[in-house]
Structure formats: structure tokens, C-alpha cells
């Protein structure tokens, strides 16, 4: 599995920004693809996700101005970032979850990181 962020940059206040992610090569197994931001000095959470079964998880911060979708194909995630806050800084990194059957058959689970893309909302 791979994962081919884009989208970010810089904006202002009240600006919109989007981002992308393409997961390619075998996804079968890919149950969640989903958005997370890591800020200076704080941990990285989720922002928003989309399970195989459309089921959607916004973090309550960004619920309102935050939409994550699916493009064209199943496997192209947009995140789309409206009225965006100085709070919203951060390096945001797609995820990809991922179920596969190991050695003994149980089926576990695995993620797959992006490369960060910078999001800087100016006030």
C-alpha cells in the first residue's frame, strides 16, 4: 500500500484549504483511510476519517468546517477545510488501516503513514 498526499499550504483566517490522499497498489484489505495533524509539540490525533463503509468520524474541533469525502475512486480521500483557524496549524498526515491475515491466519490490523503536508492558517 501507498499513500500520495497533496493539497496544504498557507491561508488565512476564515480561508479554505483541501487536501488529498491516493492509496494505491493492493488495497483489499484498507478499512480506514482517514486525516491526522500534529502540532508543534502536541501529539498526533485524528481529524476526520472514512471507513470502508462510509461510516465518518469527524474530531469535534473541526466538525462544521471539516469535510472528508471520497473522490472519483474509492480509494482518493479529499479533506476539505473551510473557515480554517490559526488552530488548525499543523503537519496533517494521511493514514491508511489496513486488515491482513497473518501466519496463523487471525486477521490483524496495520497502518500506513503519508508524508506530512504543512497546513499554516495565518490570523
Known amino acids: 500500500v501507498q499513500l500520495q498526499a497533496s493539497g496544504g499550504g498557507l491561508a488565512q483566517t476564515g480561508r479554505s484549504l483541501r487536501l488529498s490522499c491516493t492509496v494505491s497498489?493492493?488495497?483489499?484489505?484498507?478499512?480506514?483511510i482517514g486525516w491526522y495533524r500534529q502540532a508543534p509539540g502536541k501529539e498526533r490525533d485524528l481529524v476526520a476519517s472514512?471507513?470502508?463503509?462510509?461510516?465518518?468520524l469527524y474530531r469535534d474541533s473541526v466538525k462544521g468546517r471539516f469535510t472528508i469525502s471520497r473522490g472519483k475512486t474509492r480509494n482518493t480521500v479529499h479533506l476539505q477545510m473551510n473557515n480554517l483557524k490559526p488552530e488548525d496549524t499543523a503537519v496533517y498526515y494521511c493514514?491508511?488501516?489496513?486488515?491482513?491475515?497473518?501466519?496463523?491466519?487471525?486477521?490483524?490490523?496495520?497502518?500506513?503513514w503519508g508524508k506530512g503536508t504543512q497546513v499554516t492558517v495565518s490570523s
Open positions: 497498489g493492493d488495497t483489499s484489505g484498507v478499512t480506514v
Open positions: 493514514n491508511v488501516e489496513e486488515d491482513y491475515s497473518d501466519y496463523e491466519g487471525d486477521v490483524e490490523s496495520r497502518d500506513y
Open positions: 472514512i471507513s470502508r463503509t462510509n461510516y465518518i
